[in-house]
């Protein structure tokens, strides 16, 4: 059984992002793993300040908000789902400052599968390029190794609420059974 954390980047607490990662979450359970799920909307997640005072011998960011229990079930994940809707070509500003945000435990985030699981309001997947370029080497940065991209689902013609296709929610339940 693996540990599975799926990060919902979504301002909007029940939109397609939502909906795309609950097929994935179901998929991941019926495949006998234990799943998380952190919804970033309402939470406070401070900008990396780039101060390297995680790099101090602490191992710790110094802001104290919603990112260190976010952190500290990503060190503990097996798996790691980003689940974001793409504006403006790349991640929402939510789930960009979690990502900005892993600076102080890339070192220690170590042989983790990780799935990009993204919506927009695009006609088709080429929207998504520069979120999935980012989505790559977001995971070829994180230094401790062992880490690979495992899988993706990107849902294009997702504009509006509900708007997302049956064939990506499966897609989606498919990179979860095969976590």
């Not at 952190?38 to 919603?66: E, K, N, P």
Request: charged letters at 25%; a neutral charge; glycine letters at 8%.
């Amino acid at each position: 059984m693996k540990k599975v954390l799926v990060i919902e980047g979504s301002p909007r607490r029940n939109g397609n992002s939502r909906r795309l990662a609950e097929a994935f979450c179901r998929g991941a359970r019926e495949a006998g793993h234990a799943v998380e799920t952190v919804a970033l909307a309402g939470l406070t997640i401070g900008d990396c300040r780039g101060c390297d005072a995680c790099r101090q011998g602490s191992d710790r960011c110094v802001l104290q908000d919603d990112m260190a229990p976010i952190a500290r079930a990503m060190l503990e994940a097996d798996v790691i789902a980003l689940a974001t809707p793409a504006y403006f070509y790349t991640w929402s500003a939510l789930m960009k400052a979690v990502v900005d945000r892993t600076y102080a435990i890339e070192h220690q985030l170590v042989n983790t599968d990780f799935y990009l699981l993204a919506t927009g309001a695009a006609a088709d997947e080429s929207y998504f390029g520069h979120l999935v370029e980012a989505f790559s080497l977001y995971v070829r940065c994180l230094r401790a190794g062992g880490n690979r991209v495992a899988g993706r689902v990107l849902a294009p013609r997702a504009k509006k609420a509900d708007a997302i296709e049956d064939e990506a929610l499966a897609a989606a339940y498919r990179q979860g059974l095969s976590v």
